[in-house]
């Protein structure tokens, strides 16, 4: 079994046709999606998505995209709707110095905000870091982001990085650009990180890995990612299935397996 442990189902890209998709996820051994919502206007898809699927479970937070639309009325909702039990982690929350949709000044106030609040509500975070590798580190640090625990997602650091994550108890999840011809670097990061802390997902409908790249992603194509990681740290599919598997069912708090 997979498990893509960051999609985003509820996005209009899965408007027509959301159904086929998780069933040919199904079909291709992905036996949970993690589907994260980012704004206010997705979160009540999110969990509409979630409850109506037994193998679908929600994340909810503000990206930092839209961190400048935080409002007094955003984290009162956020509270309740994170009461409902599909909820696993809070997300994604962080720094996107790359496109820069929120001032930078904003998405800094409201990552340290939402740590607080993730902690708050003893749910682990999903960080999304995009060009902000220092800042990320150090209000992970400062905001104690090691008591919530959690993933960073689309991982794009160093090793030094990783590293620094994985003391504070983070897991480091691989997306498809992995089998991109120029990832080289990332290739070589993800040699040197045990299994024991990675995570696979497909940010789906982003970052398509080959041999699909250009068309929408979508979480049967989480496989090519874990295929992809397992010709790295040559060991078998099956085990980077199993391990992988192993992690997000830790790290988002479900039950093992029998
Ligand atoms: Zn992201
Ligand atoms: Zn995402």
Known sequence: MLIDSHAHLEMPDFERDLEPVIQRAKESGVGYIFTVGT??????????????????????????????????????????????EKVKAYGEIGLDFFRNRSPRDIQLKRFREQIALARELGLPIVVHDREAHRETLEILRSENAEGCGGIIHCFSGDYEMARACMDMGF?????????????????????????????????????????????????????????????????????VAEVTTENALRVYRLQPLS
């Open 171 to 239: 897991y480091i999840s691989i997306p498809g650009s992995i089998t991109f011809k120029n990832a080289e670097s990332l290739r070589e990061v993800v040699g040197r990180i045990p299994l024991e802390s990675l995570l696979i997902e497909t940010d789906a409908p982003f970052i398509t890995p080959e041999p699909f790249r250009g068309k929408r992603n979508e979480p049967s194509y989480v496989r090519y990612t874990a295929q992809k990681v397992a010709e790295i740290k040559k060991v078998s599919f099956e085990k």
């Open 39 to 84: 704004e206010k206007r997705d979160w009540k898809k999110v969990l509409e998505i979630a409850d109506s699927h037994l193998s679908i479970y929600a994340i909810l937070g503000v990206h930092p995209h839209n961190a400048k639309e935080i409002d007094d009325q955003t984290y009162p909702t956020l509270r309740e709707h994170c009461r409902n």
